[in-house]
């Protein structure tokens, strides 16, 4: 609901947004509505909208008309999107913590890549999780937990949910399966995210709690800025999103998963749990949404800055060597993409509302 100007936290912005999208798009999309201060009575309209949920930041967002939630703010939106019967994501990190760390950071003339990693510590984001439980314990609210970079926070919602206290998922992302702090130093802003990649271990352990089928569903968490944004900035003061909804399957496929784990997690979780429907399965009543893979040894290639298909083309994944080489790509039973081309075939994409699957 973010990274656009207006951001989507009203009818009116959602409605520009639908119908640029309906204009624009290659494939089908649905949308979040936003959850902030400034639009708790806007959420039933949203919903008539048809947004797939609210998503709500516990920090600040890095957008000035998109602010973060304060408690009381986040346990209000949650009591309301529970009675529509709709989830909250939160992005949950912890802004007390982070912004004390940041200021120290500052105050001490430090601005490189170690200064940011340790203002968002691990404790930042576990803390968060845990008080983002909570509310939903307390409203009843379905919580969807965006962007989880260590599997200690995987673990506080599986256990919260084994233990019958909430509805609640979790999602990661690829680069927090695929990179770690000390690549990212060595990359450089392009590699900069909230919370941040993390180190080694958690990025083994994180990668393990996947294989193991304790995460719901990896999302790209695409963020992209222009490049005045990331470039020439220091790493305390770069623009803190990476840019990676090309790269997802690819780097997915790179890490050795197998497929039927990849399709779980990036197609028929999610809409199942974001009730998209017709999405997801390659059954008799669905839509045909199909990618076919090259998957020999040969399709290991180094990603290049010309391939990348979105405007900046700024990625911390160029020059690394991935696997698995998209061949086609159908949308609705069409082909839509052969070979590194778009086809002359565009049925266009469509709005698909939440609802019922």
Same mark, same amino acid.
């Not at 959602?14 to 798009?25: G, P, Q, T, V």
């Not at 949650?78 to 120290?104: K, Q, Y």
């Not at 430090?110 to 984001?125: G, K, N, T």
């Not at 193991?212 to 803190?240: C, L, Q, Y």
């Given at each position: 609901?973010?990274?656009?100007?207006?951001?989507t936290l @009203?009818?009116?912005?959602?409605?520009?947004k639908?119908?640029?999208?309906?204009e624009?798009?290659?494939?089908?999309?649905?949308?979040?509505?936003?959850?902030? =201060?400034? *639009?708790?009575?806007?959420?039933?309209?949203?919903?008539?909208?048809g947004?797939i949920?609210?998503k709500?930041?516990?920090?600040?967002? &890095?957008?000035?008309?998109?602010e973060?939630?304060?408690?009381?703010?986040?346990?209000?939106?949650?009591?309301?999107?529970?009675?529509l019967?709709?989830?909250?994501?939160?992005?949950?990190?912890?802004?007390?913590?982070?912004?004390?760390?940041?200021?120290?950071?500052r105050?001490?003339g430090?601005?490189?890549a170690?200064? %940011? %990693?340790?203002?968002?510590? +691990? +404790?930042?984001?576990?803390?968060?999780?845990d008080?983002?439980?909570? %509310?939903?314990?307390? @409203? /009843?609210?379905?919580?969807?937990v965006?962007h989880v #970079? !260590?599997?200690? /926070?995987?673990?506080r919602?599986?256990?919260?949910?084994?233990?019958?206290?909430?509805?609640? @998922?979790c999602e990661?992302?690829p680069h927090?399966l695929?990179? *770690?702090?000390?690549?990212?130093?060595?990359?450089?802003?392009?590699?900069?995210c909230?919370p941040?990649l993390?180190?080694e271990?958690?990025?083994?352990?994180?990668l393990?709690?996947?294989e193991?089928?304790?995460i719901?569903?990896?999302?790209?968490?695409?963020? =992209? #800025? =222009?490049?005045?944004?990331?470039?020439?900035?220091?790493?305390?003061?770069?623009?803190?999103?990476?840019?990676? &909804?090309? +790269?997802?399957?690819?780097?997915?496929?790179?890490?050795g998963?197998p497929?039927?784990?990849i399709?779980?997690? !990036?197609?028929?979780?999610p809409?199942g749990?974001f009730?998209?429907?017709?999405?997801g399965?390659?059954?008799?009543?669905y839509?045909?949404?199909?990618t076919?893979?090259?998957m020999d040894?040969? !399709?290991?290639?180094?990603?290049?800055?010309?391939?990348?298909?979105?405007?900046?083309?700024?990625? =911390?994944?160029?020059?690394?060597?991935?696997? &698995?080489?998209?061949?086609?790509?159908?949308?609705?039973?069409?082909?839509?993409y052969?070979?590194?081309?778009?086809?002359?075939?565009?049925?266009?994409?469509? %709005?698909?509302?939440?609802?019922? +699957?």
């Amino acid at each position: 609901p973010l990274n656009s100007h207006p951001p989507t936290l @009203t009818r009116a912005a959602f409605r520009a947004k639908r119908e640029r999208l309906e204009e624009r798009s290659i494939i089908d999309f649905a949308l979040w509505g936003g959850l902030t =201060p400034s *639009n708790l009575d806007c959420l039933e309209e949203l919903a008539e909208c048809g947004v797939i949920g609210f998503k709500a930041f516990m920090s600040p967002s &890095g957008i000035d008309d998109f602010e973060n939630c304060d408690d009381l703010t986040l346990l209000r939106g949650m009591e309301r999107a529970a009675g529509l019967g709709l989830p909250v994501a939160v992005h949950a990190e912890s802004a007390a913590i982070t912004e004390a760390l940041a200021l120290e950071a500052r105050r001490q003339g430090r601005s490189d890549a170690a200064a %940011f %990693f340790e203002s968002r510590p +691990v +404790v930042a984001e576990l803390e968060a999780i845990d008080r983002a439980l909570l %509310f939903a314990e307390e @409203t /009843g609210c379905r919580l969807h937990v965006v962007h989880v #970079s !260590t599997a200690r /926070g995987i673990e506080r919602i599986r256990h919260a949910v084994e233990s019958g206290r909430v509805d609640a @998922t979790c999602e990661t992302c690829p680069h927090y399966l695929l990179l *770690n702090q000390e690549r990212a130093a060595e990359i450089g802003t392009s590699a900069k995210c909230a919370p941040p990649l993390r180190g080694e271990a958690e990025r083994r352990e994180l990668l393990r709690a996947l294989e193991r089928g304790e995460i719901d569903t990896v999302g790209s968490d695409h963020s =992209p #800025s =222009p490049p005045e944004m990331k470039r020439g900035k220091s790493f305390m003061d770069a623009w803190g999103g990476i840019a990676g &909804g090309q +790269v997802t399957l690819r780097a997915l496929l790179s890490l050795g998963l197998p497929p039927a784990v990849i399709a779980r997690v !990036t197609a028929s979780a999610p809409a199942g749990r974001f009730r998209l429907r017709g999405k997801g399965r390659i059954l008799p009543g669905y839509d045909g949404d199909i990618t076919l893979v090259a998957m020999d040894d040969a !399709t290991e290639t180094i990603l290049t800055r010309e391939e990348l298909q979105d405007r900046h083309r700024i990625s =911390p994944y160029i020059g690394m060597a991935l696997r &698995g080489r998209v061949r086609h790509v159908f949308l609705r039973g069409t082909e839509i993409y052969r070979d590194g081309a778009w086809t002359g075939e565009r049925p266009g994409g469509r %709005f698909v509302p939440s609802g019922p +699957v």
